[in-house]
Structures are given as structure tokens and as C-alpha cells.
């Protein structure tokens, strides 16, 4: 893993709350659990230092792991609301105020408040994947998200076995929405940083077969990828393996689901799949380019699941209406003419746009 310094961590602290859009007098309330900031102190004191020099009301305030649908105190929940900005950092679990609970709702909701999630666990704030300039990013998820609205059916397929498809319509897709508009995060939003990631929700004729090179429960890849089999928006069966004796345990329990939640398809160059798979919740790997990752439990007002676990399969090729959007992991928007202009702003394109491993 790379050697991190302070001015690693300012540099995608300050390009985190310039997505942001904080300025002076902003208030920006900052949420560690004791956990993360026994690990990693120096997130803290980076985004502490880089909101106080835009001039931002910067606090710092420890919190528990709320859970999947937990609340955060009541004092806790008065202040939140209160704030411009509030960042929750969390170690085991990336998002300890989960975005669905009814204080963070009611803070996007009726106080405008903007909601973020540290992603990634420990140095992820100054990888290159957070200093990456996100003007980079808006210009690829421009591309690909225009592409997507025009489409109907996508196909997620390998060399290995994967070929996944479904229907969809253009209110199926999320990614960095209003910030297009805007240039940076509007009020009422919630992100998940570093950014890098195109959602979408297959309906329910999601079907297929996904060969899946890593799991959220182990943290290594394997050395063949394990066949998932889904019908109709569930996975029906898991390939009986060593590796995946624990997970099939899980998802037989009352309580849990194996509902197809969401497809998350990574568009960071600067993402690491290599170093993603080290940290805490596989760090920017979600956000890698081209990585495919599949959400396996609850979907909050669709199907309810007391166990959450994500199966990534890497570098596919992924179509719409037949035509290819992603070769093989790479997306065909790195050639587009408005996408290099962007990156040429920053330094040389073929650099800026060429994924690390």
C-alpha cells in the first residue's frame, strides 16, 4: 500500500469539499466513530485543517455504528440537522449514519443538509483516487449517463461465463445527478466519497449467471471466480465452494435476503483494485474502472434483509441496446472529445485517463 503523507490526505480532503461546494461560513459537522479515528487520526485532522482554511465552521463529534437502520441519538440527530455538511467515517462499516434512517432524511429532506460517507477505511482520503480531479469524473459519468438514458437493456458479460441482462428505464439510474448542473454537490444530497460510481437498480426479469472474483466477506480475490446464479432479481444459487460456506450459511437465515439490491459499475481511473482489496470494506475497489459491483439484501421500501454482502466481478464488458459502453472495464467515454478537453485542463489526458491496477 502507498506511503501516505499530511499533504496527501489535505489535497483530497480539499478536493472532497470542493465537490462539495463549502465555502466560508459553511458549517460542516464531522462524525468518526472511535473505531476509525483510533485507526486513522490523520483523516480527521486533514478535513479538520482543509475546511478551516476555506474559512468553514469545522466540528468534530464521535458516534456509534448506528447500523442498517438505526438512529443516531437524539441530541445527535438535533445537530445534524443543524449542519451545511455532515460526514460520517466509519471503519468496519463505511456509512455508520445510513442515508435511509430517518435523521439523515429528514436533514437532506427538510433542512437541505448535504450527507456524506467516507468510503474505504484508512489513507483512503489521500489516494489518488480522492485527489483524482472530480471535474474528470462529472465528464465520464456525463458521458456514460447520457448513453444510458437513451437505452433499454443492459448486458454485463466476460470471457468466463457472465452474461447478465435486464430491461431499465432512465429513473432505474443514480449517479452524480444535480452536481452535472452544478459543477459540485447540491443541497439535499448525499455522496459517497471518493466518488466514482454509476448505480443502477435492475427490475424484477433481472436474470443471469455472474462469475464473481471477491466477496465483502473475504478479503482476497479468488483464484476462479464463483458462479452466481440469479432469476428473476434473486440469487438462486451459489457455487458450493469452501469460500462460500459462510455466505450461503448467511443468506439461509430468517431474516436475510439474497434480492439483487443494486449494480454499481466503477468509473475512477485512479481507483485501485489492487489496494482496494486491502482495506477496510475493499476501499476504492467499488469505485475501480469498469468493476461491477452487485448489492446482495436489503433495499430499503423493497425487500427488507438483516444481512447486506456485495460480489464484484472485474473488468466485464458491459452493452446497451447492443452497442458496447464499457470494452472489457474500459469505457469508450475516455475517448469522447469533451472528456479529454476536461482532463486537459488538470495535465496530459492519456496520463490523467489511464487506470492504475
Given amino acids: 500500500m502507498e506511503e501516505l503523507s499530511l499533504q496527501d490526505y489535505l489535497q ?8 462539495a461546494g463549502i465555502k466560508r461560513g459553511d458549517q460542516v459537522l464531522l462524525l468518526p466513530t472511535a473505531e476509525f479515528l483510533a485507526v486513522d487520526p490523520t483523516t480527521v485532522t486533514a478535513l479538520t485543517q482543509a475546511g478551516k482554511d476555506l474559512g468553514a465552521d469545522i466540528s468534530v463529534a464521535l458516534i456509534e455504528d448506528c447500523g442498517i437502520r438505526g438512529n443516531p441519538p437524539r441530541p445527535m440527530t438535533r445537530a445534524i440537522g443543524a449542519w451545511d455538511l455532515f460526514l460520517a467515517i466509519g471503519e468496519e462499516n463505511p456509512n455508520p449514519i445510513s442515508g435511509h434512517c430517518l435523521t439523515a432524511l429528514k436533514a437532506r429532506w427538510d433542512y437541505g443538509a448535504k450527507q456524506a460517507d467516507l468510503n474505504g477505511g484508512k489513507g483512503v482520503l489521500g489516494a489518488k483516487c480522492s485527489k ?6 462529472l465528464a465520464i459519468a456525463d458521458n456514460l449517463l447520457r448513453r444510458l438514458q437513451r437505452g433499454r437493456t443492459i448486458e454485463i458479460v466476460d470471457d468466463r461465463g457472465t452474461h447478465l441482462s435486464f430491461p431499465y428505464d432512465a429513473n432505474d439510474i443514480y449517479g452524480v445527478g444535480l452536481a452535472l448542473e452544478l459543477g459540485h454537490m447540491a443541497a439535499g444530497q448525499r455522496t459517497t466519497w471518493p466518488l ?6 435492475p427490475g424484477e426479469s433481472f436474470s443471469g449467471i455472474a462469475m464473481v472474483d471477491c466477496i465483502s466477506e473475504l478479503p482476497e480475490f479468488f483464484q476462479t471466480p464463483v458462479r452466481f446464479k440469479i432469476v428473476n432479481g434473486w440469487v438462486v444459487d451459489i457455487e458450493d465452494r469452501k469460500e462460500t460456506k459462510e455466505l450461503k450459511a448467511e443468506l439461509a437465515k430468517p431474516g436475510n435476503a439474497s ?3 443494486k449494480i454499481i459499475i466503477g468509473i475512477n ?5 489492487t489496494t482496494g482489496i486491502r482495506r477496510s470494506r475493499f ?20 425487500v427488507s434483509s438483516h444481512f447486506y454482502t456485495t460480489g464484484y466481478v472485474l ?18 467515454a475516455l475517448k469522447d472529445p469533451r472528456v479529454r478537453e476536461t482532463a486537459g485542463k488538470f ?8 487506470p492504475i491496477p
Fill in 12 to 19: 483530497g480532503a480539499s478536493n472532497f469539499y470542493r465537490f
Fill in 132 to 137: 483524482f480531479p472530480f471535474e474528470i469524473l
Fill in 196 to 201: 466514482g460510481g454509476i448505480t443502477l437498480l
Fill in 259 to 261: 434480492f439483487v439490491d
Fill in 269 to 273: 481511473p485512479k481507483a485501485s483494485v
Fill in 283 to 302: 476501499g476504492e475497489l467499488p469505485q475501480a474502472l469498469g468493476v461491477a459491483k452487485i448489492g446482495i439484501g436489503d433495499r430499503p421500501g423493497v
Fill in 315 to 332: 473488468k466485464p464488458t458491459i452493452l446497451v441496446d447492443g452497442e458496447i459502453l464499457f470494452d472489457h472495464g474500459r469505457p469508450l
Fill in 347 to 354: 495535465g496530459d489526458p492519456d496520463l490523467l485517463l489511464e
